[in-house]
Structure formats: C-alpha cells, structure tokens
C-alpha cells in the first residue's frame, strides 16, 4: 500500500530523464523478479522486488522511451487478461 502511494509524491519530482531511468530500473526489477525468486526466497524479497519495480513504471508515466514497449497492442492484451491467466 505505501509502496503504490508513494508513486503520487515522487511521480511530480522526476524529469523526463528520471522518468526514462525509474521505468528502466522498474522494467529491469520486474524481469528480475521473474527469473530470479523461487520457493525457496524470503518472503519479504519476493514481495518486494517486484512492487518496487511496478511502482517504479507506474512512477515513470508515459513519458519515456519504454513506454512505447509497455502500451502496444500485445502488451495491452496480456495485461487486460493476466489476471484471469493467474486463476
């Protein structure tokens, strides 16, 4: 919950170059995520890598470079059905 407001204070500080390293940085966090937690990590890493790299491109807004790669068609179709994916 902290993590995700505290996108609505930091969000207004960042310039556009901050916004291009935070969406890297988030990008970078959430791929980590995926390849390197398993069942045997701690739980508190494993919840928070991946909220702070969520956090981080939701922070980063659509004014950077990566958000070109975050808003085509695929990506949108994967997001508007990953939660049923999960089911």
Do not use: E, W
């Not at 959430?30 to 922070?59: E, N, Q």
């Not at 004014?63 to 808003?71: A, E, I, N, R, W």
């Amino acid at each position: 919950f902290a993590i995700g407001a505290s996108v609505i204070f930091i969000q207004p500080l960042l310039s556009t170059a901050a916004m291009s390293v935070t969406g890297l940085f988030g990008l970078l966090a959430v791929c980590a995520s995926l390849t390197l937690l398993d069942s045997d990590s701690s739980f508190a890493f494993v919840s928070l890598l991946p909220s702070l790299g969520a956090a981080a491109i939701i922070c980063a807004g659509t004014k950077h470079h990566l958000s070109k790669l975050l808003t085509n068609a695929p990506a949108r179709f994967l997001g508007r059905i990953s939660y049923s994916l999960y089911r």
